[in-house]
Structure formats: C-alpha cells, structure tokens
C-alpha cells in the first residue's frame, strides 16, 4: 500500500503537496484520504469550482488544519483542475509531514 508521502515533496521554499479535490462536497475535509493511483491527498470542500470559491476555500482549510497562516499557502499548479498542488512555506518541511501524519 502506497504511503500518503508520495504526494509529498521537498522544494526550495517548502513542501509541495499535491491534492486531488472535491469541490462542491457536503463537508470541508483535510486530508480526505489518499488516492494512491494519483499519489494525492484528498480534500473536500463545500465551496463550488466557480470564480476561484474552490481555491479560497482549500487555502482556508489547510491553513486552519495545518495551524498556519494563509499567506503561507499557495496553488502552485491546477488552478482549473480537480488536481492541485499547493505549497506551505510557513513550516518546515519535515515538521509539516509530521503534522499530515497524525491526520491519516
């Protein structure tokens, strides 16, 4: 069984998470789950993918579960895709994942 890890990585100004969303869901959820066959985490979200509600909303949710500030988080690819990757900057790399790890 792959690990959620995978959609993990390293950068020069954070860590990279790639995450496979669910706009439009009944709840705001992170993480989701792990999609294995897309090496992504799961996000839910209430917000529909309409005029950038989706991407606000996941930046939100991630800032709130992660303890950080929003200005920390940024989309840094699949602004118009159901697979994003994001960035957080606002902790250490390693002190992030072990973060993840206790929400799986």
């Known amino acids: 069984m792959a690990s959620f890890e995978d959609a993990l990585r390293i950068s020069d100004e954070g860590l990279l998470i790639t995450l496979d969303v669910h706009p439009g869901s009944g709840r705001n959820a992170f993480p989701d789950g792990y999609n294995a066959w897309r090496k992504a985490i799961g996000i839910a979200i209430t917000a529909p993918p309409i005029e950038g509600r989706a991407n606000t909303a996941i930046i939100d949710l991630v800032s709130n579960v992660m303890g950080i500030s929003k200005s920390d988080i940024r989309i840094v690819s ?19 994942k ?7």
């Open 78 to 96: 699949g602004h118009q895709s159901s697979r994003k990757v994001i960035q957080i900057a606002g902790i250490p790399p390693l002190r992030c």
């Open 98 to 104: 072990e973060l993840l790890a206790t929400l799986f």
